[in-house]
């Protein structure tokens, strides 16, 4: 059974920072596409980044690039999302994902994910 259990969540003040961790099992990773995603209350769930676990350039949303990092420890089949200079707009629920893609072009969809996670709150306060 696939699970993606993710931690790190928390209250913090504009231009603070956080990491985001999360533990993936049941299965290998190897081929897949590791993602992270957020939803604002009232908005829909978008994309935050994503990498290949086979390796490669990460992707992540023109919103948060060159503040979050998407990174992994494959001894303990976990991703990470550091995030920096947090702005309130970044207050969500933070999630993480995992699928399987033909092409780098679709890691921005949703709906190509095959799992997640329950996901963790992060409020970044003015």
């Known amino acids: 059974q696939v699970q993606l259990v993710e931690s790190g969540g928390g209250l913090v003040q504009a231009g603070g920072s956080l990491r985001l961790s999360c533990a993936a099992s049941?299965?290998?990773?190897?081929?897949?596409?590791m993602g992270w995603f957020r939803q604002a209350p009232g908005k829909e769930r978008e994309f935050v980044a994503a990498f290949s676990w086979s390796g490669g350039t990460p992707y992540y949303a023109d919103s948060v690039k060159g503040r979050f990092t998407i990174s992994r420890d494959n001894d303990k089949n976990t991703v990470y999302l550091q995030m920096n200079s947090l702005q309130p707009e970044g207050t969500a629920v933070y999630y993480c994902?995992?699928?399987?893609?033909?092409?780098?072009?679709?890691?921005?969809?949703?709906?190509?994910?095959?799992?997640w996670g329950q996901g963790t709150q992060v409020t970044v306060s003015s």
């Open positions: 049941g299965r290998t990773f190897s081929n897949y596409v």
């Open positions: 994902t995992a699928g399987i893609f033909p092409s780098r072009t679709l890691w921005t969809m949703r709906s190509r994910y095959d799992y």
